[in-house]
T-cell receptor, first 110, second 113 residues
Framework: RKEVEQDPGPFNVPEGATVAFNCTYS??????FFWYRQDCRKEPKLLMS???SGNEDGRFTAQLNRASQYISLLIRDSKLSDSATYLC???????????FGKGTSLLVTP | DAGVIQSPRHEVTEMGQEVTLRCKPI?????LFWYRQTMMRGLELLIY????????DSGMPEDRFSAKMPNASFSTLKIQPSEPRDSAVYFC???????????FGPGTRLTVT
């Protein structure tokens, strides 16, 4: 079983819609959590960190549920430019090695 | 400021040949990471360095793969001999001490025929 699991999608949504992705992790000792974004044929880039109390950055909201071992990302008022693959990332030990999910593909259509 | 620089951007080689991928991290970053990305397996960490010292190479698939970091501004990932199953995009990333955000280079797209 992979340490980080995501629904690969694709999620096809119209502009302006709200869409949510979930990600589950297997190691209960996991310490840090992130969402990265990867555009087609580009490198991954940090979208946002995920804090225990939840955090918001504009149209994006990230939540962490330690009891159920999942992380969520909510995107409100979707834009065409939000089309990308969203990678869930977990750090499971005291080092700096990132464990990536395989990503969830989002396509926002006009 | 320049980001992480990787070369070459594309590499096509024949099975059995040696392949060397290069990476220049962001100046001042203490950590350097090598990843491989395929459709089947997603992004996998191969190895990472802290202050030029390899810390975790448990992701290196086999002895055909080796990585070095002779100084703070340069690292190589070598595959010898290459095989078709090594075809993937190889990313290098760096991060500063104490920070979890990693900055990725544009990647090297490797095709082994």
């Amino acid at each position: 079983r992979k340490e980080v699991e995501q629904d690969p999608g694709p999620f096809n949504v119209p502009e302006g819609a709200t869409v949510a992705f979930n990600c589950t992790y297997s190691n209960s000792a996991s310490q840090s959590f992130f969402w990265y974004r990867q555009d087609c044929r580009k490198e991954p880039k940090l979208l946002m960190s995920v804090y225990s109390s939840g955090n918001e950055d504009g149209r994006f909201t990230a939540q962490l549920n330690r009891a159920s071992q999942y992380i969520s990302l909510l995107i409100r008022d979707s834009k065409l430019s939000d089309s990308a693959t969203y990678l869930c990332v977990v750090i499971t030990n005291s080092g700096y090695a990132l464990n990536f999910g395989k990503g969830t593909s989002l396509l926002v259509t006009p | 400021d320049a980001g992480v620089i990787q070369s070459p951007r594309h590499e096509v080689t024949e099975m059995g040949q040696e392949v060397t991928l290069r990476c220049k991290p962001i100046s001042g970053h203490d950590y350097l990471f090598w990843y491989r990305q395929t459709m089947m397996r997603g992004l996998e960490l191969l190895i990472y360095f802290n202050n030029n010292v390899p810390i975790d190479d448990s992701g290196m698939p086999e002895d055909r793969f080796s990585a070095k970091m002779p100084n703070a501004s340069f690292s190589t990932l070598k595959i010898q001999p290459s095989e078709p199953r090594d075809s993937a995009v190889y990313f290098c990333a760096s991060s500063p001490q104490g920070a979890y955000e990693q900055y990725f280079g544009p990647g090297t797209r490797l095709t082994v025929t």
